[in-house]
């Protein structure tokens, strides 16, 4: 596959439908009067504010476009202009990667869409992104879904991502390059078929009662969608090894969703409801949702984030991390993540990147430093989770010893949404992280490090190369470098 890059996009090159006459009408004006005529037998939506998430089935119109119409009604004449579509692959085994089209746009009877490469290009510098335009023109799950959507909105540009077989850390690292397309003027959809039942689907534990056995099995998982419990998803799912075929992007969309995001069931049906088979079966499930974006798209500088946290907040998040290393150290158990819930403010509980970092008294030697980069969870929750693994789980460093607790001081630095630069040349020591990634190698440095160290630039690319497993010289070329600046505050500056 061609890894997505600027060579990556085969400039005017369309994406032809392979699925009109067939899954839908190939005939323009018999296509959108069969979606009219779906979304007309959907009730009148009664929310004021459309969804900007919804989870469609992706068979074909014939069995899965009347559960399809209940979300997409939702959405008709909404203001979105970009519509991020994640959508499983049937006929090519995809093992951690997420696969773009290199055309330039799709195509159906109802006339073409563009892509938006721009934002394939942002999500290539920081996730396993490839561009291979065969894939997308074998699969149907997101072919099935263009129409529908360019019947609902009037302009807007397509990111269609097939998803494959993501393994936690790829889960994590693809939602964190997603977050930073999605905007109020961006919609997330999911395509996904809910249980496959029938001997040639390997799926067909139940006897006379399947369609009611099935439900149970489908509202179980829905209802943990519901309630955005990823871990538990994906337990259900192998547990009671459900046939849903967009396991994979259903999981993307929970690792990437804000918390406290309403989801609602909207309709629910099976391709055996009017013949009454319970031998082989498909069901359909449409739900909407209602995120709250961070504000992650806009790059402010750390000069932007200046009344971000006040003086009381950072000790606040000072105090959090003491306790939160403390209570292993009594307990050998970390604290709930929402043991600090009640004295969070509303700017402790913005999704936010940071870094915990430990050091020695009465030199300052390193002890641990742990952190994550994107914005995937609230800033408490991220600074106490990464204080224990800044104290125990940090590889250079044996874990934290009773005896070193009084010893310790605490560091925290909360990171600005980093941004892709054209060189290296375009890094400011003093001012900026880094991350460096090249052939499949990755690192990072906070931007206090440089300073601390008294490196200059080129000092401090040879040793974020050393770090990331390169050679001496690798960062010179071919490599892909990220900016970052960081808030940072400490006990050792008197916050306590």
């Known amino acids: 596959m061609k890894k997505s890059g600027v060579q990556s996009a085969e400039s005017g090159r369309i994406l032809e439908s392979t699925i009109a006459g067939s899954w839908y009408p190939g005939n323009a004006a018999a296509l959108r009067n069969t979606i009219l005529g779906a979304l007309a037998r959907v ?3 009664s929310e004021e504010t459309p969804p900007n998430v919804l989870v469609l089935p992706h068979a074909g119109y014939a069995y899965s476009l009347p559960t399809a119409a209940h979300g997409i009604k939702l959405i008709q004449n909404a203001p979105f202009t970009r519509v991020v579509l994640l959508a499983p692959s049937h006929r090519v085994w995809l093992r951690n ?14 006339g073409q869409v563009a892509i938006d490469r721009q934002a394939i290009e942002t999500l290539a510098q920081t996730m396993p992104l490839a561009c291979n335009d065969a894939v997308h023109a074998a699969e149907h799950s997101t072919q099935i879904l263009y129409p529908l959507l360019q019947v609902a909105l009037e302009n ?15 889960l994590e690292r693809a939602a964190a390059a ?8 961006t919609l997330l959809v999911v395509s996904s078929d809910f249980t496959h039942y029938g001997v040639d689907f390997e799926y067909a534990p139940f006897g006379d009662d399947a369609m009611e056995r099935v439900r149970q099995v489908d509202m179980g998982a829905c209802d943990l969608i519901r309630k955005q419990d990823l871990d538990g998803f994906l337990e259900y799912v192998q547990r009671e090894r459900t046939t849903i075929c967009g396991r994979h992007p259903l999981a993307l969309m929970l690792q990437l969703l804000p918390p406290r995001t309403r989801i609602e069931r909207l309709h629910y049906a099976t391709s055996s ?10 069901c359909y499930l449409s739900m909407a949702g209602w995120a709250e974006w961070p504000a992650s798209s806009v790059e402010p500088t750390a000069a932007a984030y200046g009344d971000y946290l006040t003086a009381d907040e950072k000790r606040a998040l000072l105090q959090m991390a003491r306790k939160s290393i403390r209570h292993v150290l009594a307990t050998r158990k970390p604290l709930p993540p929402d043991a600090f819930a009640p004295e969070a403010t509303e700017s402790l509980r913005r999704p936010s990147g940071c870094f915990v970092t430990l050091k020695l008294k009465p030199r300052d030697e390193l002890r641990g430093c742990i952190g994550e980069i994107e914005a995937r969870r609230p800033l408490y929750q991220a600074v106490t ?6 104290a125990f789980a940090d590889p250079r460093f044996y874990p934290l010893r009773a ?45 206090q490090v440089a300073p601390e160290q008294g490196w200059t630039l080129e000092e401090t690319l040879t040793h974020l190369a050393f770090k990331a ?9 071919g490599a892909s470098f990220t900016v970052f600046e960081a808030i940072v505050f400490g006990e050792n500056e008197g916050v306590k």
């Open 43 to 45: 009730p009148g939506a």
């Open 156 to 170: 807007f540009k397509l990111v269609p991502l097939i998803v494959g077989e993501l393994n936690r850390a790829t």
């Open 469 to 477: 497993g390169l050679g001496s010289d690798d960062w010179k070329s």
């Open 385 to 390: 989770a990464l204080a224990v693994q800044s």
């Open 273 to 282: 409801d009017d013949s009454g088979d319970q031998s082989r079966f498909v």
């Open 97 to 110: 990667e997420v696969v773009a089209p290199a055309a330039a746009g799709v195509s159906t009877p109802l």
């Open 403 to 447: 005896d070193e607790y009084e010893a310790i001081t605490i560091e925290i630095s909360v990171l600005t949404p980093r941004r892709a630069v054209d060189s290296w040349r375009e890094i400011e020591i003093g001012r900026h992280g880094m991350t460096l990634e090249k052939r499949g190698h990755a690192a990072v440095f906070l931007p």
């Open 178 to 185: 997603l977050a930073r397309l999605m905007d109020s003027q």
